[in-house]
């Protein structure tokens, strides 16, 4: 109620002003092509700024004028509708999982236009190895997509930090301190895609890009806690439409909330993480299949949908113990929602009503009910959606960074 | 990286403009007095801009001439420097504790000008007859005071959420669903304090005001998870110099994170809560002294500075279930610091090195250190300090709402 929204650290300008409604008007125009005067009823805005303001997204390849745009029912002609440019510039994400390889290209308006997945055991191999096959992979995406990506990103199963380039640790890649960005650029460069090779090059944990996908393309809640497993176990914080990143940008390590302060040994070192649990390993183990290689989520859920009663005896239990390290969680962060995404919205159906009983023992001090408890329907294509469209909203956002406003 | 840094709703314009400028101006002389010029050196506005605002915060009473400002070396007269109005608006905080009562009033600045504190037990006692010893207390408060406040906070042992001024639940008072902002307005008004009563009134969570205490005039840290205990165990989320609320205000309940999931019932129903091994009535019983009434706080400190072994063994107990509790809440949320405060800061001693054991067992994902654990400085004098520098606090981030800008 009384905290500052922010304590201003520059002075408010003609320029920002000016940068603030492109960013406004261009807002608008991505929810929905519009007129410009029904941009200009939008955000307050005058006819003459909206204009004025429209000419430099158009200029700057970011709107087109789409044609008549529907008549409101208004006397006079319809005026003609802006839109995001299908041709303007776009955005490229890349996946380094654990036993797969990703890329995807979208355009302005998020839509998909290449998507490419490449099974393959990267566990052992070392980074420049796994960059040189991502960097061919990145080269197909683009040219089939036809577009000119603005950036790129790339989703990696470990801790990024907040450097935006460096993987510290990835322990099931077993990689340690890999200037990421630098060497894909490198790889890039080495199959020849000199002008990917110039792009700005971000890497983040995957668990984060698969909270920011759910944000952008999943439920429509701003405010929720996005759990998630791929080789790991990981969260997603959003609040307030922001995903919560913490002092270094290590949030979300759900994975290592202790679930039984005295259980099994972790490989963190620590004892009872949730990842003992509810992650790979565990699960696998609990289920008799300890050493199965391939595809671990599509196996247990194939088992699973089959009956197989030690699968779904060990998906309870993950559950379960997802429950408890949920419950805390809710309890301290009080979100909207809890979205069970990547491997574990496939595995949903047989961890959902242990994790629910569990949620609803233990969320009691508020009000707490279990369809508040829900499950992506992005699933594993979270995390290389969350890149590549975290490209071209960073446009839409602050179209003045790209169109000199 | 690439997350939007919040969608802007309306256009920007030229009173939103100096609004804003407004803010930067006093926020500026809030840190220290400055002259004009320094203003304009250090916001980035010309002298005139920065003549014209002052002029405006003037003239609405939040700032005063103080007299030359400190010759900065540079050739000509010093300019006169403008400071915050000591006899401008203050802010009046209210606290109803389990065991006591409070009241304080700080001016603009921030400085103490009252600070009374009333022994009386609560618990049992009905909200209209606590709500009349409050408003007699905060008469004399502001009495000794000498200032007129702009807004008057509570501070209260219980849930508010987001509704500003209903006590949802108070498990520790035995309320429930207390609308205390409308009830402490009658309770001022018969006590013939019609000023105060027409005052804005807010209530909010103990443990939120420690937390926003702290920020304001803690350690400096602007990322932290502050950690309290009075009746009950609580936490405020700090992140990026903003209190985390949650969706619906709930955040913070650190008290129900499952410490132990098999562990002791709670009183909210669940198992193993923090608040079984850390909170007052767990503490107490591990040491042999339950039941005792009075300040358990200082009791339990008291003891244990005379070497009395199961009050050490409990304290040392409940600084293990802490360390548990809070290595969740350091993995899910990344924070830069960990701040006991509250009852807890008084008991520190006895808590850290097994708080310190667990931590440093269970934070291995990430650097950590022991010094990333510090103790409060405010103590529990936090909560009321917090709801009275808050009312202030809310006029110099954005004095245009008083100055009429």
């Given at each position: 109620m009384r905290e500052p929204d922010g304590v201003r650290t520059g002075p408010a300008s003609q320029q920002g002003m000016r940068r603030a409604n492109l960013a406004l008007v261009l807002g608008v125009i991505a929810r929905a092509p519009r007129s410009r005067a029904e941009v200009a009823a939008e955000t307050g805005l005058t006819r003459a700024a909206v204009s004025s303001l429209a000419e430099e997204l158009i200029t700057g390849g970011?709107?087109?004028?789409?044609?008549?745009?529907?008549?409101?029912?208004?006397?006079g002609r319809p005026g003609t509708a802006l839109g995001l440019n299908p041709r303007g510039p776009g955005g490229l994400g890349a996946e380094i999982g654990v036993e797969h390889l990703g890329a995807c290209a979208v355009d302005l308006r998020g839509e998909v236009r290449a998507w490419r997945r490449q099974e393959i055991r990267n566990r052992g191999r070392t980074p420049a190895a796994v960059l040189a096959d991502l960097a061919e992979l990145l080269r197909r995406a683009v040219a089939e997509a036809g577009l000119r990506p603005a950036g790129l990103a790339l989703a990696v199963p470990g801790l990024v930090g907040s450097s935006g380039g460096v993987l510290q640790r990835a322990a099931n890649l077993d990689w340690r301190d890999v200037p990421l960005a630098a060497e894909l650029r490198l790889a890039l460069r080495a199959a020849g895609s000199e002008d990917l090779a110039e792009l700005p090059i971000e890497a983040d944990n995957e668990a984060n890009l698969g909270g920011l996908a759910e944000l952008w393309l999943g439920g429509g809640s701003d405010h929720f806690l996005h759990v998630s497993a791929e080789a790991g176990v990981g969260a997603a914080i959003v609040i307030g439409g922001r995903l919560l990143r913490g002092a270094r940008g290590y949030a979300g390590e759900l994975g290592h909330v202790p679930v039984r302060p005295d259980g099994p040994r972790c490989v963190c070192g620590?004892?009872?993480?949730?990842e003992q649990y509810a992650g790979e390993t565990a699960v696998l183990r609990a289920a008799g299949l300890e050493g199965i290689r391939g595809d671990w989520v599509a196996l247990l859920a194939e088992r699973a949908e089959a009956g197989d009663a030690e699968v779904r005896e060990a998906l309870a239990g993950a559950g379960a113990a997802l429950g408890i390290a949920v419950s805390g969680a809710v309890n301290l962060l009080d979100p909207a929602e809890v979205v069970l995404g990547g491997g574990y919205a496939q595995l949903a159906p047989w961890l959902l009503p242990a994790m629910r009983a569990e949620l609803a023992a233990r969320v009691t001090v508020r009000p707490w009910s279990d369809d508040r408890l829900t499950v992506s329907?992005?699933?594993?294509?979270?995390p290389l959606l969350g890149a590549a469209v975290g490209v071209v909203r960073a446009i839409v956002v602050d179209p003045g960074r790209l169109a000199g406003g």
């Open positions: 970011l709107v087109v004028e789409e044609g008549p745009a529907t008549p409101s029912g208004k006397v620590a004892h009872g993480c949730l329907r992005l699933g594993r294509r979270g």
